[in-house]
Every structure is written in structure tokens, then in C-alpha cells.
């Protein structure tokens, strides 16, 4: 196995450098147009989709910063050492789920301190991988960052895997698995999601995400019934909406909690599956053998 961590936020900092003193939306244009270049190159060796999606997540996390709060910001995120702790977070990974085929990097980005997305639901740090080579980590030092980049970069380790073994490439904006040309559903999104949690909370049991519970109350029959019907959807939109909630019929994080306690469900009901195995699964086989729709629906 071999994972590389780039501390991009160094580039950043030196084009952040570069922009003070000019006024701010030359400051900003000037910021956005060094990333871009910059994210483009490093990404280079990966499809062309992957690559405009890891600029527009790079620009897009970036927001519009001042150039010398963001500097700042990078002084204090350097100060906490955040090469070590995901160089950490990474061999710990791999004691529990080896996977020597994997060759990725792990790109570490200043986010958006203006993002309360970024600073107050997610602590810090936020990450997405581009298939099995890149894990894109944006970061903002807000306080437990530290303790919430070791979580992060545990939870997308287990997506390295899971696409390694289930490679998918985008086609028309929609993820397609490459060896069916199937569409990503929104059973995939659940257990891969679900799996990823489960995996993060053996590894580092002392942290609890708020996502991983579930929030719906007297709602969880209702909640799961809009969920359910829509198990075969393929519209990213349409899956974001479940995976993240709206705020109105879908409650937040519902999809991370349907999906880690499905995942949860598969393990109780198959004492002595490991995790590698378990990764190993399609994700109707995960579903399916899980029981979690037969209790669901004996409720209603």
C-alpha cells in the first residue's frame, strides 16, 4: 500500500502571499486562478471528469477568503501538525483494513472559514474521495479540528477501499460502476456511506458523530418510507438530498444514519463477518441480508 499526503495548503498560503495588498475580488481572482492551475496539475494522471470535479470542489470549498485571514489560518493549521495526524490516522487504518493494492494521496486544502458547513456541523475538516487514488481533505482550524481531521481521513480511507473494489467513473454527471455501467443508486450511497462510518467507529470508538445517530424521532417510520421508495434512484441531486437531509421532509444526516445502521443490522445478523469482508459485499447483498427493512416495516 502506498498513500501519500501532499500538504497542499503550503501552495495556497505562497498564492495567498502573492494576492496581499491587491483589492479583494483581484485578491480572490488572483487565489481562485493559482488553485485552479494548481489542482489541475496535481490531479493530471486521473480522468478528465475526476479532475474538473476536484477544481470545482477545491474553488468551491475555497469560498472567497482575504488573503491575510487565510494565511493566518494556514499558520495555525500548520501549527497543529496536520501531515502527522493523518500519516497517523492512515497506518492505523491499514492495521485494521489492509489493502495493499491501494496507491492513492490524500491532498490537504484550506476550506472556508466563512462555511458553517465546514467550521460548525463537520468541526474543521471535510472530505471526498476521487475514486481510489485522491483524497481531497479541507480543513479549517476551528477547535477539535485535530481530532475531527483523524476522523475524517479514517471515514474516506474506507471509501479508498470500497472503490477500489467497486471502481466507478463519472458519465453524464452521474457516477457509473465500470465493470456493470450501472448507475451509483442510492442503496449504493447508503452502504457506502454506512460502511465507511461503521469502519471509523471500530477504528476510533471514542468519536461519535452527530450523523451517525438517528434523528427522526416519531418521524423514523415516515422518514424511512421516503427513503425507501427511492432505494433505485440514480439522480445525484436526489441522492445528496436523502444522504444530507433537506431541512424539510428529509431530516438532516438521514441517509448517514439509514446507512450506518443498516450496516449495523448486517452485523448483527452475520456474527463473524469481518470488515474486509464486508467491503468486499455489493451493496444489495449488505442491504438484503441486513434485516433492517423487515424491522422497519413491522413498525408501521
Not at 129 to 154: C, D, I, K, N, Y
Not at 171 to 181: A, E, P
Not at 215 to 239: C, K, Y
Request: charged share 20%; aromatic share 8%; proline share 6%.
Amino acid at each position: 500500500m502506498s498513500i501519500a499526503v501532499i500538504p497542499a495548503y503550503k501552495v495556497i498560503a505562497k498564492s495567498a502571499r502573492q494576492a496581499l495588498g491587491l483589492p479583494f475580488e483581484e485578491a480572490v481572482d488572483k487565489l481562485e486562478q493559482g488553485l485552479r492551475s494548481y489542482i489541475r496539475d496535481l490531479l493530471s494522471n486521473l480522468h478528465s471528469s475526476f479532475i474538473d470535479l476536484g477544481e470545482r470542489s477545491a474553488v468551491s470549498q475555497l469560498g472567497d477568503p482575504n488573503p491575510k485571514e487565510l494565511l493566518e489560518a494556514v499558520s495555525d493549521l500548520e501549527s497543529g501538525a496536520p501531515r502527522d495526524i493523518v500519516e497517523d490516522a492512515l497506518a492505523l487504518c491499514a492495521k485494521h483494513l489492509p489493502c495493499p493494492d491501494l496507491d492513492a494521496r490524500v491532498v490537504l486544502l484550506p476550506g472556508d472559514g466563512n462555511s458553517t458547513v465546514l467550521v460548525n456541523k463537520l468541526n474543521g475538516a471535510l472530505g471526498f474521495s476521487l475514486g481510489a487514488q485522491v483524497m481531497m481533505v479541507f480543513l479549517w482550524p476551528t477547535e477539535g479540528w485535530q481530532t475531527w481531521l483523524r476522523h475524517t481521513v479514517t471515514h474516506e480511507y474506507a471509501h479508498l477501499v470500497r472503490n477500489l473494489l467497486f471502481p466507478r467513473g463519472l458519465s453524464g454527471g452521474r457516477l457509473i460502476y465500470l465493470r456493470t455501467q450501472e448507475p451509483e443508486t442510492l442503496l449504493d450511497a447508503l452502504i457506502a456511506e454506512g460502511l465507511a462510518d461503521t469502519f471509523a467507529s471500530q477504528v476510533l470508538p471514542d468519536i461519535e458523530p452527530l450523523w451517525t445517530k438517528a434523528p427522526f424521532d416519531s418521524r423514523e417510520a415516515v422518514v424511512w418510507r421516503r427513503v425507501h421508495r427511492r432505494l433505485g434512484v440514480s439522480d445525484p441531486i436526489e441522492i445528496r438530498r436523502i444522504l444530507f437531509g433537506d431541512n424539510d421532509r428529509i431530516p438532516q444526516w438521514a441517509g448517514y444514519s439509514f446507512g450506518y445502521r443498516i450496516v449495523g443490522s448486517f452485523l448483527e445478523a452475520n456474527p463473524g463477518t469481518d470488515l474486509t469482508g464486508l467491503m468486499d459485499l455489493p451493496a444489495k447483498a449488505i442491504y438484503e441480508g441486513s434485516g433492517f427493512q423487515a424491522r422497519q416495516e413491522s413498525a408501521f
